[in-house]
């Protein structure tokens, strides 16, 4: 399912609802990014869960995994966005931006500023009322970026690894 078009002045790219068939090209996507590569793995059991892992995503109607994909049918850009209901904020719903990726090649191309002009205005029509992301602490770039399309480092994150 196409969600939009996004252009530059080049090429013109898809920005559509993931498919299962997708799922090797995302990982792969995913795994291209330095500060991450070593979490992924790409034997039988590790893309069997990756399978298992699209599929429950897929399946939850608060979520969407997106895939942006060039006219000849690659994958070039990724993000999973998240509606999340809550009763601060007056009830507010909230969505979630998470594993945003463009690959290297494309990036500073203004690719990544639509894809999330195109999340923004999506959670807007969806009603919710707050647009959050987290960005790991050492993405300097990428925290410049957020913050040049509006965004606001206003919270401090912690996990806990089970």
Known sequence: MTLTTI?????????RRARRDDVDALVALMA??????????FDDAALAGYRRAFDAIDADAAQLLVA?????????????????PGLSRGGATR???EAV???EELRGGGIGSKMIAWAVEHAR????????????????????????????ASHVGFKQYL
Do not use: K, W
């Open 95 to 97: 969505m979630q931006i």
């Open 68 to 84: 942006l994909e060039t006219e000849d049918g690659r994958i070039v850009g990724t993000m999973q966005l998240t509606f999340i």
């Open 101 to 103: 990726r463009v690959a």
């Open 125 to 152: 029509l969806h009603g919710a009322r707050l647009v959050q992301l987290t960005s790991d602490a050492r993405r300097d770039d990428a925290h410049r970026f957020y913050e040049r399309l509006g965004f606001e």
């Open 32 to 41: 291209a990014d330095s500060l991450r590569a070593a979490e992924f793995a």
């Open 7 to 15: 252009a530059t002045p080049n090429t013109s790219y898809t920005l």
